[in-house]
């Protein structure tokens, strides 16, 4: 790989010795001397400063996901750990801190030092709903983070268990309203929160949220037929609908998922104006120096680049994709008040 260099322009020639002029005072002496040992000081520190970019990274790095193993993020997060390994000679670690609505690790990277060793691939869960969900968020989505890069989609399915007599969303929806606060959704995810509510609010059923810690738990439920459905990213939940262990009704957009193009849209299924996402992208502590931003950002596009990574991305149902740290900081601010908007057009309250 290309590394950044460093020229040391403030030593390029030699520092001539500093000479008293005849009649000089000793207090002034004394003056260059000081200044002349601070020079040599801050010299030393820029030196220090890109000799560690240059050498990024020297140690393992640790790209903290914010759910549970087996869930979607921790799947993708964990090829893009492996690949990120490979492109910088180094070594990639992931760390799982889930619950909270993934707060708890992104107040975690939020507090750690923002020298490229703590990573963080998240989604809309901990930075675009949150803080509408949560009455005492700690941490601010935008100002507590240096964007890297967006990773791509995840798309979400609505799935239900099979033994529920429905095929479709229509009939669904019909059965929903036959049998008032008798039907349950799970949830993992604030995307699951939010879709779920919004189904309700748009086809004015009465459903009931069981939220969990993580979609791992919720999808052993839906299976096991304790929970009736839930929304669920595809990583997560094509394997069981694959089996036949749960049924898929629709995808939580408002055109069909080329991941998945034989689930219908729910525009396709008869609910107007749903359009629900899950993005997927990196960041670090705010403050991160620019040349690692810039070297974990080449990377990152690298790997959405790569045929063999993409094959392997796209078999968990992610749409991957990339762009600059730049673009990546205005996707997630202008998501910040998209899920804002759904989140009070759902009549979701904060908790």
Not at 37 to 47: D, N, Q, T, W
Request: charged residues 15%; contains cysteine; positive net charge.
């Amino acid at each position: 790989m290309t590394r950044p260099t460093f020229i040391p322009t403030h030593n390029a020639s030699p520092i001539p010795p500093l000479k008293r002029p005849a009649g000089a005072p000793r207090a002034a002496r004394r003056g260059l001397a000081t200044a002349a040992a601070a020079l040599c000081l801050a010299g030393a520190s820029l030196l220090a400063q890109g000799q560690a970019a240059a050498a990024y990274p020297d140690r393992p790095i640790t790209l903290v996901v914010p759910f549970p193993a087996g869930s979607g993020t921790d799947a993708v997060g964990r090829i893009f750990a492996m690949e990120l390994g490979r492109i910088l000679n180094g070594q990639v670690v992931v760390e799982n801190k889930p619950g909270g609505n993934a707060t708890i690790a992104a107040s975690y990277v939020a507090r750690a030092k923002p020298d490229g060793y703590t990573l963080f691939v998240t989604t809309n869960t901990s930075h675009s709903a949150a803080p509408y969900l949560m009455k005492n968020v700690p941490y601010d989505p935008v100002k507590d983070f240096t964007p890297i890069a967006r990773g791509g989609n995840l798309p979400f399915i609505l799935v239900v268990n099979p033994k529920l007599p429905v095929k479709s969303v229509r009939e669904l929806v019909t059965y929903a309203k036959a049998h008032p606060g008798k039907l349950t959704y799970a949830s993992g995810n604030s995307t699951g929160i939010v879709a779920g509510a919004t189904l309700a609010s748009r086809a004015g059923i009465d459903i009931v949220h069981i939220p969990y810690k993580g979609t791992p738990q919720a999808i052993t439920d839906v299976v096991g037929g304790q929970v009736d459905m839930m929304f669920t990213d595809v990583a997560s939940g094509l394997p069981f609908v694959q089996s036949g262990k749960m049924r898929a009704l629709a995808v939580s957009t408002a055109v069909r998922s080329s991941v998945v193009p034989d689930i219908p849209s729910m525009e396709d299924s008869g609910v107007p104006d749903f359009d629900i996402n899950s993005w997927n992208g990196y960041f670090g502590p705010a403050g991160m120096p620019p040349d690692v931003v810039h070297t974990l950002n080449a990377a990152i596009n690298k790997i959405v680049a790569d045929p063999q990574a993409r094959k392997q991305l796209a078999g968990l149902g992610f749409d991957a994709f990339s762009g600059t740290p730049e673009d990546f900081a205005a996707f997630v601010a202008q998501q910040l008040q998209l899920w804002g908007k759904l989140i009070k057009d759902a009549g979701i309250q904060q908790e």
